[in-house]
């Protein structure tokens, strides 16, 4: 059935690692007041482009496939609302009314004075050089190789993080212009956001409207979002500035001019007159660029602090929302996990690994389980052992596998961390490797639950652990059941909760809610208690556990043990 004419619709755009997809949602108003909301039942059109945009070893960004794929999509998409639903009389019956920007983080792309790409930095840069810049940085080390003594405890109570690490822009910058010292050819920092959402900007012939159109898409270029500049490492979350400090110390003054200018209220531009290509969004709303794990946690309704959100993509994390405003000296981030800024008022804590179903991948590949049925005949297996066993009590022989295969980031944060396979023997078959790779993968996820568990549980996110959920999405783990009774399993008590309701699109609809709430006027989040998934299914809670006995639970903790006791003995190599 056709739509009725001026519909207004929300694009949302989903920048991943290795794919792009474009949605559209319709606004949908509220009969008793001008609430707009936003369901996966709103969602009208939709489209999935797969790319290879980065590289998992050297981080780079592709940045012109990227971009070559997010038009592509949204061309996709506007020509299924045009085609299927809301042709009327040959003109356009829907308008786009706001556009919203989800990416992979960290991310910031080196630009020269003509807006060429010059260089990239991402989260998944794990070389060599960055890794000494890591270590240079730990040892005191400021940009001008004197030794400056700092409070890392300290920076990680302002910055959120490990700042030092190689996943974050600090050592991938000062590598960078040490490189390139003589002649240092960026011009600006931008974000992937802010450059493809800046393209669109189209001059025409008219040579006043030409300058305004250069001078928007400039200002847009050097826009960044609070949680875009958070996850580099380098915003002090409590001020919602760049950290003084830290960037004065270790970064060259050449780094430091060159930052984009912190988007405070997370919009762009409040329309797009001068764009040509696609004039439905001629008076959207353009928000800056928002990193995917905020999007994922509102998508999946993890909005307040009892929802803990477990993502399963290429790589792996554990979050929860907080309402840290601007200013809260109180709030101590958690050992081992991060901290980012949302907004004013908001901050996400949580824990990431780089390898997630990157893990999966890699062992399908190496086993050369490269057939569909032959994969689902192994998990099938897999599954059978662990329904029966899950803990390998009745297994002495069982493999355990360390999954750092692109380093270390939560909960250790050591750079050069190389994974580690103990336990091999003959008997070993392809099974006993896949699950070795899931458990490794899984046992990770779990140490940063329980410190978010415990965390949530002592600070207002219920009485005590019984009130806690967590909740899953990605496509890891809505395509895998094994990888779900796993997490259940290890994570001994907690409620493991499948939102039914679309979890592919979790992202996506958390995009779209976000630019909901930056249209309204009366600082309205969808952080509202009554968000919760409309098909909810509890995989395993603590009433499941009643029967078990202690030797389980002694079990458990064997293999988080072993798991640990293997991490440190590989790190006594490196």
């Not at 996943?167 to 240092?184: E, F, G, I, K, V």
Request: hydrophobic share 35%; proline share 3%.
């Amino acid at each position: 059935m056709a739509n009725p004419p001026n519909q207004e619709v929300i694009l949302a755009i989903d920048i991943g690692s290795s794919s792009v997809r474009c949605s559209a949602y319709s606004r949908q108003h509220n009969d008793n007041d001008d609430d707009a909301v936003v369901s996966r039942s709103s969602m009208i059109a939709s489209t999935q482009k797969q790319l290879r945009g980065v590289e998992p070893s050297t981080g780079q960004i592709f940045v012109s496939d990227i971009q070559t794929q997010v038009d592509t999509c949204v061309d996709d998409v506007l020509n299924q609302l045009q085609r299927e639903a809301f042709d009327y009389d040959n003109s356009s019956s829907f308008e786009i009314v706001s556009i919203g920007v989800s990416t992979f983080v960290m991310n910031l792309i080196g630009l020269d004075y003509d807006n060429n790409v010059v260089t990239t930095l991402s989260y998944a840069c794990n070389t060599p050089s960055v890794a000494a810049e890591s270590r240079a940085l730990l040892q005191h080390q400021s940009y001008d190789d004197q030794k400056k003594q700092v409070d890392y405890e300290a920076l990680r109570q302002r910055t959120g993080c490990y700042s030092y690490h190689s996943s974050y822009a600090l050592p991938q910058l000062r590598c960078y212009y040490r490189d390139h010292h003589t002649t240092p050819s960026v011009r600006r920092w931008t974000t992937i956001a802010s450059l493809i959402l800046s393209s669109w900007i189209v001059s025409d012939d008219d040579d006043n409207n030409n300058e305004a159109c250069k001078e928007e898409a400039e200002r847009m270029l050097n826009t960044i979002s609070y949680s875009e500049a958070s996850w580099t490492g380098m915003l002090n979350f409590r001020t919602g500035t760049w950290d003084e400090e830290l960037i004065s110390q270790y970064l060259p003054e050449d780094a430091r001019c060159h930052l984009p200018t912190i988007c405070k209220d997370n919009v762009l531009t409040m329309g797009m007159t001068s764009i040509r290509k696609w004039p439905q969004m001629a008076r959207a709303i353009l928000l800056a660029g928002v990193g995917d794990g905020v999007c994922a946690n509102v998508g999946s309704k993890c909005t307040s602090s009892n929802r803990i959100a477990v993502t399963i993509g290429t790589s792996a994390a554990s979050r929860i929302i907080l309402p840290i405003e601007i200013g809260d000296e109180a709030f101590h981030v958690p050992k081992g996990l991060w901290c980012y800024r949302i907004d004013g008022r908001r901050v996400l804590l949580g824990g990431a690994l780089t390898d997630g179903g990157s893990v999966v991948e890699w062992a399908r590949a190496l086993l050369n389980l490269k057939e569909d049925r032959e994969f689902e005949a192994c998990l099938s297996l897999i599954h059978e052992q662990i329904v029966s066993d899950p803990y390998h009590c009745n297994d002495s022989g069982s493999v355990t596998m360390v999954p750092f295969l692109s380093g270390e980031r939560s909960i250790g944060w050591r750079d050069g961390a190389k994974g580690c396979v103990h336990g091999l023997t003959r008997d070993v078959t392809s099974v006993d490797f896949m699950r070795s790779c899931l458990e490794g993968l899984m046992l990770r996820l779990a140490a940063v639950l329980k410190i978010l568990v415990l965390y949530a549980s002592q600070n207002g996110g219920g009485d005590d652990e019984d009130d806690i959920f967590i909740l899953v999405s990605g496509t890891a783990l809505e395509r895998n059941e094994t990888l779900r009774k796993m997490l259940a399993n290890f994570c001994l008590g907690s409620k493991i909760v499948v939102d039914t309701e679309g979890v592919r699109e979790s992202t996506s609809r958390g995009i779209a809610l976000l630019a909901t709430a930056v249209q309204r006027t009366d600082n309205f989040w969808p952080f509202q208690s009554y968000f919760w998934p409309n098909e909810e299914k509890i995989i395993f809670s603590k009433a499941d556990y009643t029967a078990l006995t202690a030797e389980i639970e002694s079990a458990l903790k064997q293999m988080e043990k072993g798991q640990n006791d293997l991490i440190e003995s590989v790190c006594e190599l490196w």
